[in-house]
């Protein structure tokens, strides 16, 4: 079993559609969580930290459940410019390591 | 701020080649890691280094082998390419060795290994 598994997609949506990506992990122990925005062919970027209160920025929402040991992320009014990967990732340990996902691929359709 | 730079952009290798992938960071960042992306796998980690002088081992380590001199600098070396190489090389750069911190990504180098 993958330490963080994700539905690697694609996701095909309209434009001003909401969609929610899950993720799992298995590490009881995780600290950290994160969603990183990959476009196609470029380096990953930070989208948003994970807080187990869940957290919301503009159109992006993302919710850490523990006790189930998920991650999800919802996209509320997607835009074209919405589509790229995006990648779980979990962060446990003391050295820094993080665990990356495969990835969620997203394509917004006009 | 260049942020975290990498070059070459592109590489093809011959089977048994050697080369060194170069990693630079203007930020001044004590945390500095190599990753590797391939299809279906997502990123996995091959060395990292909690500061000048100190690195270790990730997940994928054999075949690879990295030095720290500097805070900016993070090279890594092929000792002996294999066509398993082929891959997306990324180097990331975090303020500390804390897995509260953002990760900043180099613009990857395209290996391919013949």
């Known amino acids: 079993r993958k330490e963080v598994e994700q539905d690697p997609g694609p996701f095909n949506v309209p434009e001003g559609a909401t969609v929610a990506f899950n993720c799992t992990y298995s590490?009881?122990?995780?600290?950290?969580f994160f969603w990183y925005r990959q476009d196609c062919r470029k380096e990953p970027k930070l989208l948003m930290s994970?807080?187990?209160s869940g957290n919301e920025d503009g159109r992006f929402t993302a919710q850490l459940n523990r006790a189930s040991q998920y991650i999800s992320l919802l996209i509320r009014d997607s835009k074209l410019s919405d589509s790229a990967t995006y990648l779980c990732?979990?962060?446990?340990?003391?050295?820094?390591?993080?665990?990356f996902g495969q990835g969620t691929t997203l394509q917004v359709k006009p | 701020n260049a942020g975290v730079t990498q070059t070459p952009k592109f590489q093809v290798l011959k089977t048994g080649q050697s080369m060194t992938l170069q990693c630079a960071q203007d930020?001044?960042?004590?945390?500095m890691s190599w990753y590797r992306q391939d299809p279906g796998m997502g990123l996995r980690l091959i060395h990292y280094?909690?500061?000048?002088?100190?690195?270790d081992q990730g997940e994928v380590p054999n075949g690879y082998n990295v030095s720290r001199s500097t805070t900016e600098d993070f090279p890594l070396r092929l000792l002996s390419a294999a066509p398993s190489q082929t891959s997306v090389y990324f180097c990331?750069?975090?303020?500390?060795?804390?897995?509260?911190?953002?990760?900043?990504f180099g613009p990857g180098t395209r290996l391919t290994v013949l």
């Open positions: 990732v979990v962060g446990s340990g003391n050295t820094g390591k993080l665990i």
């Open positions: 590490n009881s122990a995780s600290q950290s």
């Open positions: 994970v807080y187990s």
């Open positions: 930020m001044n960042h004590e945390y």
């Open positions: 280094s909690v500061g000048a002088g100190i690195t």
């Open positions: 990331a750069s975090a303020q500390s060795r804390s897995l509260y911190n953002e990760q900043f």
